[in-house]
């Protein structure tokens, strides 16, 4: 007896030594995506597939070795040798006004008057009594000689139905007579500093606004109901799923579109991993929130605020340092005055706020950086990743300057190659020289985050990616690319999208590159685009959107 206990004794012991060096089980992965896996993670760049458990990556690695984890509860998506890549982030959208784009009047390739008259019209003729048509993103410069539009122009077709539609850069928009009239605007209105009433010779308005005038007729514009809020948010994300978009930043939001968020959240129905940053007056609402709330988890942040300094170059509202080219009264203006500038930056950095700032032309974005650079001065070292939106017309010591003080160059891809069809008229051919310097950028050391500005520009990823790469303007005038010395590399450009928009969120520890532990968030295309010529990046389209593990986008096969 005491033999047999002996016995038993040993081989539980040999069970138990060897159950110990094994490790316990390797849980099974719920879903496995394979393809050609671009990580994004410099030390392992490429990979076949990628196993998912929850929400998070579980293991990457060759074909085999992932499917063997495979059990028969695995959902597997093959994407058989097309390009599976991070999750692709916006760094800047304004999610909600592309909600309601997509709800609105479509004028942004009305290309004559005639067809933005017809389109107007047209679709006037479907809402009810009193009810405001915005959104629009009409184009000017598509037209012969790029007259700008007048209310007399559609008052005609809209009557008593008010109108208020804005060019694609959101920094100019049309009224018609209608809605001058609910705002109260008449040749009397004075105009508001940082902004622009544009009159006929007897000093009538015309019913373009620029920049802060906007603000005399928005007023008048009934707020949207929280249903409406939540039917524009549930559009948005649908489109964003749609295009390989798994993350935005949305910049410039109200609060109330901020509680339409918590509410999704709350009730699960966020498939948007969303970072926002509230208007750059408002600071002190911010920061109670974050003293309050806290930042927010993996789906919704209240990370900082934004402002402005000017306008844009289409509207002749950047700020320059010279003149227009092609407006020679004008260097542009403040849509914030610099004194206001520099006491709510430094408010909000003192504050513990993420600060983002639109800055377009030369002059403006040299006095951001030198307001960025006095408040890390006076305020000491801090991760604070000050952003720059847009930073489209850069000296070239302000290029350097990025790089050296740590400022984060927010940028949209796709602008250049809609800019770029007649920028040189506005700023002459010495200043599109540093005109959406991504390379230069990169070669000064600076980080370059990605994004679209919708709905100013598509939401969509791989129109941002082709402009980024070849940089040929839609009119397809530059086929070898506009100011080509600025073009970069796909890899550069798909990382401003994932790794890059990650830190510029603070978000680079679980999200912008594929590697264990951090969130499931992939895209898979229908093609490599690391194989394909340049001009077919822009023809990519996503057949599956993985969030969080979950997709939320599919193409059925065939």
Not at 19 to 39: K, M, N
């Amino acid at each position: 007896m005491t033999n047999n206990r002996r016995v038993s004794t040993t081989l539980m012991s040999t069970f138990l030594a060897v159950l110990t060096a094994c490790g316990p089980a390797e849980p099974a992965p719920d879903l496995i995506v394979l393809g050609r896996v671009w990580t994004g993670d410099s030390v392992a760049p490429w990979a076949q597939g990628v196993a998912i458990r929850g929400d998070r990556i579980l293991a990457l690695g060759d074909r085999d070795t992932i499917l063997a984890m495979a059990t028969s509860g695995t959902v597997t998506l093959d994407n058989g040798t097309n390009l599976v890549t991070p999750g692709l982030q916006d760094g800047h959208t304004h999610l909600f006004g592309g909600g309601f784009q997509l709800q609105s009047v479509d004028l942004r390739d009305a290309s004559s008057p005639e067809e933005f008259i017809r389109r107007i019209a047209t679709f006037a003729a479907t809402v009810g009594e009193g009810v405001w048509i915005q959104g629009g993103t009409w184009d000017h410069e598509r037209w012969p000689g790029a007259t700008l539009p007048s209310a007399a122009w559609i008052d005609s077709v809209t009557g008593n139905t008010p109108v208020f539609v804005s060019r694609l850069d959101g920094h100019m928009a049309l009224a018609n007579s209608a809605a001058m009239r609910l705002a109260g605007v008449t040749s009397a209105t004075p105009t508001p500093p940082g902004g622009e009433i544009v009159r006929d010779r007897n000093g009538n308005p015309t019913g373009v606004f620029k920049d802060a005038a906007m603000d005399l007729v928005a007023p008048a514009i009934p707020a949207p109901s929280p249903e409406q809020l939540d039917s524009a948010l549930s559009g948005a994300m649908r489109h964003a799923a749609s295009l390989g978009v798994t993350a935005v930043s949305h910049v410039s939001a109200s609060w109330e579109e901020v509680a339409a968020l918590r509410r999704a959240r709350d009730q699960g129905r966020l498939t948007l991993r969303v970072t926002v940053y509230t208007p750059l007056a408002g600071w002190r609402e911010a920061a109670e929130s974050l003293r309050v709330s806290g930042p927010g988890d993996e789906w919704l942040r209240v990370a900082g605020v934004k402002g402005f300094v000017d306008g844009s170059l289409g509207s002749t509202t950047a700020l320059f340092e010279d003149p227009y080219t092609d407006a020679r009264g004008t260097s542009g203006l403040f849509v914030t005055p610099e004194d206001s500038l520099r006491r709510w930056i430094a408010a909000a950095d003192s504050a513990g706020l993420q600060v983002a700032v639109h800055a377009i032309g030369d002059r403006a974005n040299a006095i951001l950086l030198d307001i960025y650079d006095s408040v890390a001065r006076a305020h000491g070292p801090r991760d604070r990743r000050f952003r720059i939106e847009h930073a489209q017309h850069l000296r070239p010591v302000d290029i350097e300057r990025m790089a050296r003080f740590g400022v984060l160059a927010s940028m949209q891809p796709y602008h250049a190659i809609d800019d770029g069809r007649w920028a040189e008229k506005r700023i002459g051919r010495d200043r599109i020289r540093t005109t959406y310097a991504f390379r230069s950028l990169l070669d000064a050391g600076a980080e370059l985050a990605f994004g679209s500005d919708w709905p100013v520009a598509p939401l969509r990823p791989a129109e941002g990616l082709y402009a980024a790469v070849t940089r040929r303007t839609l009119d397809d005038w530059n086929p070898e690319g506009w100011v080509p010395a600025e073009r970069i590399t796909l890899e550069e450009a798909l990382r401003a999208y994932t790794a890059a928009s990650a830190r510029a969120t603070f978000r680079e520890e679980e999200a912008g590159v594929l590697r264990v532990g951090a969130l499931a968030d992939l895209v898979l295309f229908d093609r490599d685009l690391f194989q394909v010529p340049s001009d077919q990046i822009r023809r990519a389209v996503v057949k599956h959107t993985v969030v969080g593990g979950v997709p939320v986008q599919r193409i059925p096969p065939g």
